[in-house]
């Protein structure tokens, strides 16, 4: 009697605890999360994949109609030939993880109530744990095919084995303007004496008209409270980079919050994306541990776990923190560098290789060049001479040095040419250059020379040319330097164009010649020098000066001739008496007769004419028509010809 009733009462207790779980709100897990017990990702591949063994759907090889189901990596599949994708259905070319090679489930949902995925836990589930139950639904349908569509509605339920329901929620997954994932879950927190679960996805809308999904990613695990963790305080989460051989000392810092009544931790270590493996002893808030020289490279990653204590050694259990990463990094690898050497004035190009900052050392590293690579010297000296180095630092900050190398610099030669050369047309001249240690000369261009190879070959030029001489030494080094050959033709002059000038005044002679260097104007009357181009005369009268120039070459001579024009000064009287006493009986106008062209005219005082004159042969005898004019002021006006002002005054006639 007293076994019935203690087992009346457990089972009482255990109704009791029952209605407990299924009167609970359903919710998403919103602290950390443990590793998966269950984790269906439907694996990788080419299209198509094999059929879940967890569903109970028509699978089929091809494009799924309704009631039916595929294992892909991308919906673009086609049936009997035509595309899968009719304009109704979004194109997905990757699963939820964006592995192009990753399955996920598509489904083309029955008219009717199905199932989509089910499965029992195949592990011990832990007492006072909380589980999350989840899977990332996409919906297939298109903005244009959702109006009118059944969108996909899920039914996530958690039952015990005899189905008697845990946890449930029911998701309506709505139409998005572009391929979208959402994460479904449910939790529950294990009751008493239950330590295995069926975990079920159900269609709960009609197919035919939509309905239409994707379904991957699909896990069951431990759900807790807010895990945080950082690099001395919990806010300092990013990676860490460190160089092997270093030593760096570490304080990694836990936080873990409420939701355990007795929580214990225990911290954990994977290299390099491995297993993750508990480290022995350490289990409170703080990780201290130092790397080591010798710690070898790759990718250390730190996280904690926490649990109720009865559970912390069950990893269905537990729940983690993200983790923490410390990157143990290669030093780059820097080829050796081999002696280098340049010739002075030249250019020197310096490169490293193996890292993507570069320090140099050396005579010719400035703040300026130092980190440039390739490293390019320019116009180098000898003073850049000596011993160098690169600093090669990686991507993640680690640095390795070269070996240390010599860099020379080779001298060019010294060349010592001829003096510029002048010569005759059709002559020719030796033209040299010297250096010592020069092992090769060449002249360009080699046009008139008769050995554009040798040291000092014979130059005859049509016309004046400028020689550049280019000569190597042993180093292979070299320089160049010049020479010009003037070539003189046969000399021309030209004396310029001819001269006018009054009596008295000065005129410079536009002497010009070609070819020649020597200059004489002959006869050097009135001249300031009569042995440049451009002298100043001042003649008396008029005058031709010849101008003969030459060469010192001796190269011809050639002549020009200059005519100039000398006007004498008029000198005119104011009065005259034509009395025949002998003595002023003619308006006798001083060098007027040295302009043949001039025109003279009087006029007495009403304006009549009374004298012409073209030119002045004949002086006025005071007479008009031969009859003799009574005395009286007369006027008069002279024209030159010359395009000079024209002379004006006044004559007094007495008898």
């Given at each position: 009697?007293?076994?019935?009733?203690l087992?009346?009462?457990?089972?009482?207790l255990?109704?009791?605890?029952?209605?407990?779980?299924?009167?609970?709100?359903?919710?998403?897990?919103?602290?950390?999360?443990?590793?998966?017990?269950?984790?269906?990702?439907?694996?990788?591949?080419?299209?198509?994949?094999?059929?879940?063994?967890?569903?109970?759907?028509?699978?089929v090889?091809?494009?799924?109609?309704?009631?039916?189901?595929?294992?892909?990596?991308?919906?673009?599949?086609?049936?009997?030939?035509?595309?899968?994708?009719?304009?109704?259905?979004?194109?997905?070319?990757?699963?939820?993880?964006?592995?192009?090679?990753?399955?996920?489930?598509?489904?083309?949902a029955?008219?009717?109530?199905?199932?989509?995925?089910?499965?029992?836990?195949?592990?011990?589930?832990?007492?006072?744990?909380?589980?999350?139950?989840?899977?990332?639904?996409?919906?297939?349908?298109t903005?244009?095919?959702?109006?009118?569509?059944?969108?996909?509605?899920?039914?996530?339920?958690?039952?015990?084995?005899?189905?008697?329901?845990?946890?449930?929620?029911?998701?309506?997954?709505?139409?998005?303007?572009?391929?979208?994932?959402?994460?479904?879950?449910?939790?529950?927190?294990?009751?008493?004496?239950?330590?295995?679960?069926?975990?079920?996805?159900?269609?709960?809308?009609?197919?035919?008209?939509?309905?239409?999904?994707?379904?991957?990613?699909?896990?069951?695990?431990?759900?807790?409270?807010?895990?945080?963790?950082?690099?001395?305080?919990?806010?300092?989460?990013?990676?860490?980079?460190?160089?092997?051989?270093?030593?760096?000392?570490?304080?990694?810092?836990?936080?873990?919050?409420?939701?355990?009544?007795?929580?214990?931790?225990?911290?954990?270590?994977r290299?390099?994306?491995?297993?993750?493996?508990?480290?022995?002893?350490?289990t409170?808030?703080?990780?201290?541990?130092?790397?080591?020289p010798?710690?070898?490279?790759?990718?250390?990653?730190?996280?904690?776990?926490?649990?109720?204590?009865?559970?912390?050694?069950?990893?269905?259990?537990?729940?983690?923190?993200?983790?923490?990463t410390?990157?143990?990094?290669?030093?780059?690898?820097?080829?050796?560098?081999?002696?280098?050497?340049?010739?002075?004035?030249?250019?020197?190009?310096?490169?490293?290789?193996?890292?993507?900052?570069?320090?140099?050392?050396?005579?010719?590293?400035?703040?300026?060049?130092?980190?440039?690579?390739p490293?390019?010297?320019?116009?180098?000296?000898?003073?850049?001479?000596?011993?160098?180095?690169?600093?090669?630092?990686?991507?993640?900050?680690?640095?390795?040095?070269?070996?240390?190398?010599?860099?020379?610099?080779?001298?060019?030669?010294?060349?010592?040419?001829?003096?510029?050369?002048?010569?005759?047309?059709?002559?020719?001249v030796?033209?040299?250059?010297?250096?010592?240690?020069?092992?090769?000369?060449?002249?360009?261009?080699?046009?008139?020379?008769?050995?554009?190879?040798?040291?000092?070959?014979?130059?005859?030029?049509?016309?004046?040319?400028?020689y550049?001489?280019?000569?190597?030494?042993?180093?292979?080094?070299?320089?160049?330097?010049?020479?010009?050959?003037?070539?003189?033709?046969?000399?021309?002059?030209?004396?310029?164009?001819?001269?006018?000038i009054?009596e008295?005044?000065?005129?410079?002679?536009?002497?010009?010649?070609?070819?020649?260097?020597?200059?004489?104007?002959?006869?050097?009357?009135?001249?300031?020098?009569?042995?440049?181009?451009?002298?100043?005369?001042?003649?008396?009268?008029?005058?031709?000066?010849?101008?003969?120039?030459?060469?010192?070459?001796?190269?011809?001579?050639?002549?020009?001739?200059?005519?100039?024009?000398?006007?004498?000064?008029?000198?005119?009287?104011?009065?005259?008496?034509?009395?025949?006493?002998?003595?002023?009986?003619?308006?006798?106008?001083?060098?007027?007769?040295?302009?043949?062209?001039?025109?003279?005219?009087?006029?007495?005082?009403?304006?009549?004419?009374?004298?012409?004159?073209?030119?002045?042969?004949?002086?006025?005898?005071g007479?008009y028509?031969?009859?003799?004019?009574?005395?009286?002021?007369?006027?008069?006006?002279?024209?030159?010809?010359?395009?000079?002002?024209?002379?004006?005054?006044?004559?007094?006639?007495?008898?």
């Open positions: 009697m007293r076994s019935y009733t087992k009346l009462l457990l089972l009482l255990f109704a009791m605890a029952l209605n407990r779980v299924k009167a609970q709100d359903p919710v998403i897990c919103k602290g950390s999360l443990g590793d998966p017990v269950i984790n269906v990702t439907f694996g990788a591949g080419a299209n198509f994949g094999p059929p879940s063994p967890y569903s109970t759907m028509l699978y090889a091809g494009c799924p109609d309704d009631n039916f189901y595929t294992i892909v990596n991308s919906t673009d599949v086609k049936n009997g030939g035509s595309n899968c994708i009719p304009g109704n259905w979004f194109s997905v070319p990757q699963d939820h993880t964006g592995d192009p090679n990753g399955y996920m489930m598509f489904i083309n029955s008219y009717d109530a199905s199932e989509f995925f089910k499965q029992v836990t195949d592990v011990p589930l832990c007492q006072k744990t909380t589980y999350e139950f989840s899977a990332y639904v996409l919906n297939l349908l903005p244009a095919a959702s109006g009118g569509a059944n969108q996909p509605k899920l039914k996530f339920t958690i039952e015990t084995i005899t189905g008697a329901p845990l946890a449930t929620i029911t998701k309506t997954i709505d139409p998005t303007t572009t391929p979208e994932w959402v994460k479904c879950s449910v939790t529950f927190a294990t009751p008493g004496n239950i330590d295995k679960v069926v975990l079920k996805i159900e269609n709960q809308a009609p197919g035919g008209n939509g309905n239409d999904l994707l379904l991957d990613d699909i896990a069951f695990r431990a759900c807790g409270p807010v895990i945080q963790l950082g690099f001395n305080s919990i806010t300092a989460t990013a990676p860490q980079n460190i160089c092997i051989g270093e030593t760096h000392a570490y304080d990694l810092v836990a936080q873990i919050g409420e939701g355990y009544d007795d929580v214990r931790r225990q911290w954990q270590r290299v390099d994306g491995g297993t993750w493996a508990d480290l022995s002893n350490e409170s808030n703080i990780l201290k541990f130092t790397t080591t010798d710690m070898p490279v790759g990718s250390y990653q730190y996280r904690i776990a926490a649990a109720e204590a009865e559970n912390i050694n069950s990893l269905t259990c537990r729940t983690y923190s993200e983790p923490l410390i990157t143990v990094n290669p030093k780059p690898v820097v080829p050796h560098m081999e002696p280098a050497a340049a010739c002075e004035g030249g250019a020197l190009t310096l490169n490293a290789t193996g890292g993507v900052v570069y320090e140099w050392h050396g005579p010719g590293i400035t703040q300026v060049n130092k980190n440039q690579n490293l390019q010297l320019e116009n180098i000296t000898p003073a850049i001479q000596g011993n160098y180095s690169v600093d090669v630092t990686s991507a993640s900050g680690c640095t390795s040095s070269s070996n240390t190398f010599p860099v020379t610099v080779n001298l060019k030669p010294v060349i010592t040419v001829s003096n510029t050369a002048t010569v005759c047309k059709g002559n020719s030796t033209i040299s250059a010297s250096a010592p240690g020069a092992t090769s000369y060449s002249w360009s261009p080699a046009a008139g020379l008769s050995d554009p190879a040798s040291s000092n070959p014979v130059a005859n030029p049509i016309e004046t040319t400028t550049a001489v280019t000569v190597r030494n042993a180093n292979d080094c070299s320089d160049t330097k010049t020479v010009t050959v003037n070539v003189l033709g046969n000399p021309s002059a030209d004396a310029g164009a001819d001269k006018k009054f008295g005044q000065s005129v410079m002679l536009n002497g010009a010649a070609q070819n020649a260097n020597i200059f004489n104007w002959t006869p050097a009357t009135g001249l300031s020098d009569p042995h440049v181009l451009n002298p100043i005369a001042t003649p008396g009268d008029d005058i031709t000066y010849l101008l003969t120039v030459s060469s010192a070459q001796n190269c011809g001579e050639a002549t020009s001739s200059v005519f100039v024009k000398v006007y004498h000064k008029i000198v005119i009287p104011n009065a005259f008496s034509p009395n025949g006493d002998g003595y002023n009986d003619f308006w006798d106008i001083e060098a007027l007769v040295t302009y043949p062209q001039s025109l003279l005219t009087v006029f007495n005082r009403y304006g009549q004419q009374v004298f012409k004159s073209i030119g002045y042969d004949k002086p006025w005898k007479t028509n031969g009859a003799k004019l009574p005395s009286g002021t007369y006027y008069y006006i002279i024209d030159l010809k010359l395009g000079s002002p024209k002379l004006t005054g006044w004559v007094l006639i007495v008898n």
